[in-house]
């Protein structure tokens, strides 16, 4: 990760995908996760700036130094079993996964009330399956994300999983997302975008206490949301035992009157259920940088 922000890109490479490809067609997701620990263990002891700044953060919840660094692999580890579990799922190699659906009613009625929606979440989880399973909503979810991958690790897991079932809407230097997104609204379309990292330093930030301490947000998502003045769901899905997922959305809630107070109701509710969220699941939060930088 940059010192000056995040960057867009996921860990690994074309290769790696293609191990774990093999696995999972040929050996299933037990073999998968057995690979994975050795890979969460390489990237434990290597030096890189994610782990530094990962050790804050559980430092932060109140983890010792032993717990820290046991959570530190299981981290890693988490995060790697959500990649394979995404790619499983949406290859079709084997439909073990079951889902538990916390407040699916709220967007059901976000569709039903033909204003479109906002979907908020975090890199928390895995929002991607989440996203593959939402087919189950009576419109179309898109996904507003950063195209920083390598083209030909994009172009890989595209050939192995197919069409994705969400649509993507790429974040662009013109703006021409804000337009996409405009247009997905108009048809009551739901829109699934994050709001937890900051892209560089020189953006404009909405600071918020986050674990104790002043955190930063990006103030453009939530300025946009509030001008849309269409509902907003807070939504998450975290991985449980047994390959088992546990799906969260909140009920909506529809940000307008006087832009500075909207903001800060909006971000500061944002914030307060990502803290929630990440002290129930602190080992799925996958935010590889300094976070809490000034």
């Not at 580890?77 to 079951?98: E, N, T």
């Amino acid at each position: 990760m940059d010192e000056k922000g995040w960057t867009g890109k996921s860990k690994g490479g074309k290769t790696g995908y293609q191990i774990f490809v093999f696995l999972l067609k040929h050996a299933g997701l037990t073999a998968a996760y057995l690979l994975l620990r050795f890979v969460a263990f390489y990237y434990l002891v290597t030096p890189r700036s994610s782990t530094r700044y990962s050790y804050k953060y559980f430092r932060k919840l109140g983890f010792g130094k032993l717990k820290t660094v046991l959570s530190l692999y299981q981290n890693y580890f988490v995060f790697g079993q959500c990649l394979i579990d995404k790619i499983s799922a949406m290859a079709g190699f084997g439909d073990r996964f079951s889902f538990y659906f916390e407040g699916e009613e709220n967007l059901h009625q976000m569709v039903k009330n033909n204003k479109g929606g906002i979907l908020l979440s975090a890199h928390a989880g895995n929002w991607e399956i989440a996203g593959h399973y939402l087919d189950r909503l009576d419109t179309t979810v898109n996904i507003v994300m950063y195209d920083a991958e390598y083209e030909s690790i994009k172009n890989y897991l595209q050939s192995v999983t197919g069409k994705r079932k969400a649509n993507i809407i790429t974040i662009s230097d013109d703006m021409s997302h804000i337009y996409q997104i405009l247009e997905a609204l108009d048809k009551n379309e739901l829109i699934c975008m994050h709001a937890d990292r900051m892209m560089n330093r020189t953006q404009r930030k909405i600071p918020q206490p986050f674990l104790d301490e002043d955190a930063f947000f990006p103030y453009n998502i939530f300025r946009m949301i509030v001008t849309f003045g269409v509902p907003v769901s807070f939504v998450y899905a975290f991985r449980e035992p047994g390959f088992h997922y546990h799906f969260f959305a909140t009920e909506s809630v529809i940000y307008n009157g006087k832009q500075d107070v909207a903001l800060d109701e909006i971000s500061r509710n944002y914030v307060s259920e990502l803290e929630k969220k990440v002290k129930q699941y602190p080992l799925q939060w996958f935010n590889y940088y300094n976070f809490w930088g000034k």
